[in-house]
């Protein structure tokens, strides 16, 4: 078994290291909230380990951004996460949360069509863009994006990201290169040895 998981994590980091081949590493800082800032464009991965499969979450992160992993975890016999992930803040500011998670329950927005989508990484999804108002009245851009892992059924994962929209329109083309470049790589591990 032991034997079988360092294969399958040799696995995640090659396909990371293939994306990240052309990236620099960038210098990064913990900042006292807890959160990370880059001094330049870099690339930020995280490694999970769950109760049936391994699954790695990437992102190329902007100058100046700032983010965090997080799990929530069921209590119970396994543990298990029910959610994971990044929370990346633009420029640091926690009004331009954006969130990257897997889960095990898919939340794509009900009645709207998505556009089809695909991430430089192969991901294929649906990607759902609405404004709205919050309870001051302000204009805010809410992207819903439902991505797949194509042949991995364990568990979803999605980007969301509510902001002001002179925030969005300020970041429009970071954001979308952002999105572009968001990545998983996920493999089974067999718990039957």
Not at 116 to 135: H, M, S, V
Request: glycine share 10%.
């Amino acid at each position: 078994m032991r034997k079988y998981y360092g294969a399958l994590l040799a696995i995640l980091l090659l396909c990371f290291l293939g994306f990240t081949g052309c990236l620099g590493s960038g210098a990064s800082e913990v900042m006292s909230n807890g959160q990370s800032v880059v001094e330049e464009e870099t690339v930020i991965d995280h490694t999970f380990t769950h109760h049936r499969f391994v699954d790695n979450l990437f992102m190329t992160l902007p100058p100046d951004w700032t983010y965090s992993t997080y799990e929530k975890v069921n209590a119970g016999d396994e543990m298990e996460s029910n959610e994971w992930g990044f929370k990346v803040y633009i420029e640091g500011k926690t009004a331009g949360e954006i969130i990257i998670a897997g889960g095990f329950d898919s939340e794509e927005p009900t009645g709207e069509e998505g556009t089809d989508f695909i991430t430089n990484t192969g991901l294929l999804g649906k990607r759902y863009t609405q404004e709205a108002e919050d309870e001051n009245k302000d204009v805010l851009i809410k992207e819903y994006i439902a991505l797949t892992v194509p042949g991995f059924d364990y568990a979803y994962y999605a980007v969301v990201c509510t902001i002001s929209k002179e925030l969005y329109e300020e970041n429009k083309e970071i954001l979308d290169s952002f999105f572009m470049n968001v990545g998983v790589a996920a493999v089974p591990i067999d718990t039957q040895s």
